[in-house]
């Protein structure tokens, strides 16, 4: 969702005639976009301030623009610690951004904290700009927010209540996003299925999607299992253009810690939810996340986490051990010792390996569909995603950004399948073959 809104961001500014660049020394406004979902994210921004700093010592001092996260979270103590921050900015302030910027510019005196919660503006004011991002998979953000309140994240305090555009300000967008040369769209929320606005829901909204020619591929993320309606596993057998991955978190593999952590639903509601999209789509995968030692967790919960992984077979996971964040209500929880914590988070990890690497290892002298996004740099190579979301590479000297090839792999590690495009004549072979 940053990448999302540092392009809305590239494309506000632009009005004031600033544009991007990735050489540091020519920089006169620098936007640092923050994440507050884990530790150690406000020592991050000391730390990118102060290189900036650095590399500025003797020249005139640039615009230091926090925005994000870390901004509505801690903006007031940023600004007290470090006067070389010009202003900080919500996520759902940053529309202000050009009027922020170019006041500074004028030397005017104007208030140094923007973390209103003002979503439907800051909208309104997307709607007015055209999203001008061009990559072949691109990001499109249509919920924001979050009600749940899970006891350990940060996201309701930081990004605000839920809140879901409109269909029709979504598409409009979508359209811009493959008229630019987009084939994939992925659709962006705290909790995209939670999407809703007046009656319709994110199912109404793949299929609306679909309708949109020379958009090829559709992927939304991320979901919570609660709002996983009957209407959306529907569509996963349906929509024609909806990707067969679904990532869904899960956090525990233990009924008694997602009670603890107020996740509203238990393992047997959650296999069920993956049983049934795996009858309406058989070729179903999933992703997952983990937090792994949250308060109260016990070897017996732990235990339940790994068999869950083995069950499952998540081909991605995330998993990081639990990290009090300020202001939630795990904050102030008994926190389990350091070391089981890395130890506990080691062996899921090792789990997790094995059972990726299971899936991975399978895929070899298969044939997977790729659309391809781009040149790997300085080689005459392609990177593209099937259609599980696993990145491809194969060897091509002509261009094959934008396009969906079949490709057979003949090797993989664990984040890269590499392959060959399979060529009219050859694919004949390898069907006969099969
Ligand atoms: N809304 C999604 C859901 O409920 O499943 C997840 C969105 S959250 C922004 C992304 C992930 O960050 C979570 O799934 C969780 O695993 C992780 N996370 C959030 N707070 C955390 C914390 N305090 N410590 C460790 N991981 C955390
Ligand atoms: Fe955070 Fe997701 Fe829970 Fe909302 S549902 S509080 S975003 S983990």
Same mark, same amino acid.
């Given at each position: 969702?940053?990448?999302?809104?540092?392009?809305?961001?590239?494309?506000?500014?632009?009005?004031?005639?600033?544009?991007?660049?990735?050489?540091?020394?020519?920089?006169?406004?620098?936007?640092?976009?923050?994440?507050?979902?884990?530790?150690?994210?406000?020592?991050?921004?000391?730390?990118?301030?102060?290189?900036?700093?650095?590399?500025?010592?003797?020249?005139?001092?640039?615009?230091?623009?926090?925005?994000?996260?870390?901004?509505?979270?801690?903006?007031?103590?940023?600004?007290?610690?470090?006067?070389?921050?010009? %202003?900080?900015?919500?996520?759902?302030?940053?529309?202000?951004?050009?009027?922020?910027?170019?006041?500074?510019?004028?030397?005017?005196?104007?208030?140094?904290?923007?973390?209103?919660?003002?979503?439907?503006?800051?909208?309104?004011?997307?709607?007015?700009?055209?999203?001008?991002?061009?990559?072949?998979?691109?990001?499109?953000?249509?919920?924001?927010?979050?009600?749940?309140?899970?006891?350990?994240?940060?996201?309701?305090?930081?990004?605000?209540?839920?809140?879901?555009?409109?269909?029709?300000?979504?598409?409009?967008?979508?359209?811009?996003?493959?008229?630019?040369?987009?084939?994939?769209?992925?659709?962006?929320?705290?909790?995209?299925?939670?999407?809703?606005?007046?009656?319709?829901?994110?199912?109404?909204?793949?299929?609306?999607?679909?309708?949109?020619?020379?958009?090829?591929?559709?992927?939304?993320?991320?979901?919570?299992?609660?709002?996983?309606?009957?209407?959306?596993?529907?569509?996963?057998?349906?929509?024609?253009?909806?990707? +067969?991955?679904?990532?869904?978190?899960?956090?525990?593999?233990?009924?008694?810690?997602?009670?603890?952590?107020?996740r509203n639903h238990t393992i047997e509601e959650y296999l069920k939810l993956i049983e049934k999209l795996k009858i309406k789509? +058989?070729?179903?995968?999933?992703?997952?996340?983990?937090?792994?030692?949250?308060?109260?967790?016990?070897?017996?919960?732990?235990?339940?986490?790994?068999?869950?992984?083995?069950?499952?077979?998540?081909?991605?996971?995330?998993?990081?051990?639990?990290? +009090?964040?300020?202001?939630? +209500? %795990?904050?102030?929880?008994?926190?389990?010792?350091?070391?089981?914590?890395?130890?506990?988070?080691?062996?899921?990890?090792?789990?997790?390996?094995?059972?990726?690497?299971?899936?991975?290892?399978?895929?070899?002298?298969?044939?997977?569909?790729?659309?391809?996004?781009?040149?790997?740099?300085?080689?005459?190579?392609?990177?593209?995603?099937?259609?599980?979301?696993?990145?491809?590479?194969?060897?091509?000297?002509?261009?094959?950004?934008?396009?969906?090839?079949?490709?057979?792999?003949?090797?993989?590690?664990?984040?890269?399948?590499?392959?060959?495009?399979?060529?009219?004549?050859?694919?004949?072979?390898?069907?006969?073959?099969?």
């Amino acid at each position: 969702m940053n990448e999302y809104d540092s392009n809305r961001i590239k494309d506000f500014t632009k009005k004031i005639g600033y544009l991007s660049t990735t050489k540091i020394d020519e920089a006169n406004c620098f936007v640092l976009n923050t994440c507050h979902i884990r530790e150690k994210a406000t020592e991050k921004v000391y730390h990118e301030v102060g290189r900036v700093k650095k590399k500025f010592r003797n020249k005139e001092k640039p615009i230091v623009l926090i925005v994000g996260c870390v901004a509505q979270a801690e903006g007031d103590l940023l600004l007290m610690r470090e006067k070389y921050i010009d %202003a900080v900015i919500g996520p759902q302030s940053y529309h202000n951004i050009n009027d922020i910027i170019l006041a500074i510019e004028s030397k005017k005196k104007i208030k140094l904290n923007y973390t209103e919660f003002d979503v439907i503006n800051k909208f309104d004011e997307i709607n007015l700009n055209k999203n001008t991002d061009s990559k072949v998979s691109t990001f499109l953000s249509i919920q924001e927010g979050c009600d749940k309140f899970c006891k350990f994240c940060v996201v309701p305090y930081t990004r605000g209540p839920e809140y879901s555009r409109s269909l029709d300000e979504i598409l409009k967008e979508a359209k811009q996003q493959v008229d630019n040369g987009s084939k994939e769209i992925i659709l962006l929320g705290q909790n995209v299925n939670a999407y809703k606005y007046n009656n319709k829901r994110l199912s109404d909204l793949l299929f609306a999607l679909e309708k949109i020619s020379g958009l090829q591929r559709i992927r939304y993320t991320t979901s919570h299992p609660k709002d996983l309606t009957q209407d959306l596993i529907e569509a996963h057998g349906d929509c024609k253009k909806l990707m +067969p991955i679904l990532h869904l978190p899960v956090q525990s593999g233990s009924s008694r810690m997602l009670k603890l952590m107020n996740r509203n639903h238990t393992i047997e509601e959650y296999l069920k939810l993956i049983e049934k999209l795996k009858i309406k789509k +058989p070729t179903m995968k999933f992703s997952s996340d983990f937090i792994i030692a949250y308060p109260g967790e016990t070897d017996k919960d732990f235990e339940k986490t790994v068999q869950l992984m083995k069950e499952v077979k998540f081909i991605n996971s995330y998993s990081f051990i639990f990290s +009090p964040r300020p202001g939630t +209500p %795990a904050a102030t929880l008994k926190e389990i010792d350091g070391l089981i914590a890395k130890k506990r988070l080691a062996y899921f990890q090792n789990t997790s390996n094995d059972v990726k690497s299971e899936y991975r290892n399978q895929l070899v002298n298969t044939i997977v569909n790729v659309l391809f996004e781009n040149k790997v740099k300085d080689e005459n190579k392609y990177f593209g995603r099937d259609e599980h979301f696993n990145s491809v590479i194969v060897e091509s000297n002509t261009k094959l950004s934008g396009e969906i090839k079949e490709v057979k792999i003949n090797n993989c590690n664990q984040n890269t399948l590499f392959g060959e495009v399979v060529s009219a004549s050859k694919k004949v072979k390898v069907e006969y073959a099969a």
